[in-house]
Structures are given as C-alpha cells and as structure tokens.
C-alpha cells in the first residue's frame, strides 16, 4: 500500500513539474518542428526558400533599424 501511496506522490510531482514546463517544451516542439519544415523546403524549393529568408531578413533589419532611429529620436528631445 505504501508502494502505491509513494508511486502516486512522484506521479503527482511528475505531473506539476510537466504542467510548470509545458509552455516551454510547446515552444521547442515548435521550434523543432519549423527547423524540420525549413529544411524540408530548402530540399524542395532551395531558391524560393533562400528567397523568402533574404525578404524576411530585410524586413527585421528594416523594422530594428525603424525602431533604433524612432528611440534616438525620443532619447533627443
């Protein structure tokens, strides 16, 4: 009987310690997951997909170096 009581104890600390962490291992599920698609379509379409990383890699350089310059500005006045 103790067995049991001392089973269902780890269970119930296995349980709320996957209940803490689930929002982390979601993101690396996630992450995992678009790594394996990236490189999926890397094999089907190379040109296309490199295409679509040098368009999206111009938009962050362009919206860090928007919000960069609109900080400045606010750190002048």
Known sequence: MEFLLL???DLD???GVLRHFASRLL???ATLALLSATGFAL???PQ???GLFAVTL???LAEFA???LRSG???DR
Do not use: E, P, T
């Open 7 to 9: 089973w269902a104890d």
């Open 13 to 15: 600390d296995a349980l």
């Open 27 to 29: 993101a690396l599920l």
């Open 43 to 45: 094999l089907l379409a």
């Open 48 to 50: 296309l997909v490199l």
């Open 58 to 60: 111009c938009a962050f």
């Open 66 to 68: 928007r919000r960069r």
């Open 73 to 75: 500005r606010a750190r």
